[in-house]
């Protein structure tokens, strides 16, 4: 994935840590998604856009989430992938097949699809109440990239958003 790094990073994870958050959330990282968390456990990236698209606006990722090590005291914390994904399915926000690892500068969810592996922008910011919630869900949902390793390959510095 090279020259792709996440800055302030919270204390570092092991091996270890990510199997306890794959058992937690239900599904197997990606190779890339476990070697970006042992050198760098979430933060600000290097790149920062998503503008692959050209039918939508750029995405600016604002914040990679971190794992919560064994011995986090607060691992509920929305700040950490397990306690974001646990609070949100619970309250019905995010549907449980996507585990959220970033969010944009607007709140809304960057997760991994655990069925397909695919990268989903989940936009919280569109539900509307009156709609039934599965609806809301899928109306949500927007197919960033096909693989974990194809979205962080895909991000770029500001200066390269065509705007």
């Not at 570092?12 to 091996?15: E, F, G, H, L």
């Not at 936009?123 to 569109?126: K, L, P, S, Y």
């Not at 039934?132 to 390959?153: C, G, K, P, T, Y």
């Given at each position: 994935m090279g020259e792709f790094k996440l800055f302030n990073s919270d204390g570092?994870?092991?091996?270890l840590d990510i199997d306890m958050l794959e058992s937690e959330?239900?599904?197997?990282?990606?190779?890339e998604f476990r070697q970006l968390y042992l050198s760098c456990n979430g933060g600000a990236p290097s790149r920062e856009f998503w503008a692959k698209d050209e039918n939508y606006e750029p995405i600016r990722v604002e914040d990679f989430k971190?794992?919560?090590?064994?011995?986090?005291?607060?691992?509920?914390?929305?700040?950490?992938?397990?306690?974001?994904?646990?609070?949100?399915?619970?309250?019905?926000v995010l549907p449980a097949h996507l585990v959220p690892f970033a969010v944009d500068e607007a709140g809304n969810f960057i997760c991994l699809d655990k069925d397909k592996g695919e990268v989903i922008y989940f936009?919280?910011?569109?539900f509307q109440?009156?709609?039934?919630?599965?609806?809301?869900?899928?109306?949500?949902?927007?197919?960033?990239?096909?693989?974990?390793?194809?979205?962080?390959?895909?991000?770029?510095?500001?200066?390269?958003?065509?705007?």
């Open positions: 570092t994870v092991s091996d959330v239900g599904v197997k990282f990606p190779v971190s794992i919560a090590s064994a011995r986090a005291p607060d691992k509920n914390e929305t700040k950490y992938i397990g306690g974001c994904f646990r609070l949100m399915v619970s309250r019905n936009a919280v910011d569109i109440p009156d709609v039934d919630m599965h609806i809301n869900h899928i109306n949500a949902q927007r197919i960033l990239s096909l693989s974990f390793r194809d979205f962080v390959e895909s991000l770029v510095d500001e200066d390269e958003v065509d705007q």
